[in-house]
């Protein structure tokens, strides 16, 4: 059973940083690109980061390339999302994703709120 748990989220002011960390289980976790998306409210779901298996690229969003980076950790079965000089409009749900054939899986999502 593929699972996808999130940590790290919270209250920042503008400016500060945030690490999310998504522990999985149930997948071979070294052989797959591993996503984060973010949805604001009333907005659509978006793709911010992925990290394929070694060998490949990472991709950001255009609006977040310079202050985030997506990092793996294959020992530990886990994915991280380190933002950095976070703005406002950086306020979402984020999530986790792995793509496995057809199926899409989602962890819970863990909220980030940039205020003053």
């Known amino acids: 059973q593929v699972q996808l748990v999130e940590s790290g989220g919270g209250l920042v002011q503008p400016g500060g940083s945030l690490r999310l960390s998504c522990a999985t289980s149930g997948f071979a976790f070294r052989s797959y690109t591993m996503n984060w998306y973010r949805q604001a409210p009333g907005k659509e779901r978006e793709l911010v980061a992925s990290?394929?298996?070694?060998?490949?690229?990472?991709n950001y969003a255009d609006s977040v390339k310079g202050r985030f980076t997506i990092s793996r950790d294959n020992a530990k079965n886990t994915v991280y999302l380190q933002m950095n000089s976070l703005k406002p409009e950086d306020t979402a749900v984020y999530y986790c994703?792995?793509?496995?054939?057809?199926?899409?899986?989602w962890g819970q999502g863990t909220q980030v709120t940039v205020s003053s």
């Open positions: 994703n792995v793509r496995i054939n057809i199926y899409h899986y």
């Open positions: 990290i394929p298996s070694p060998g490949g690229t990472t």
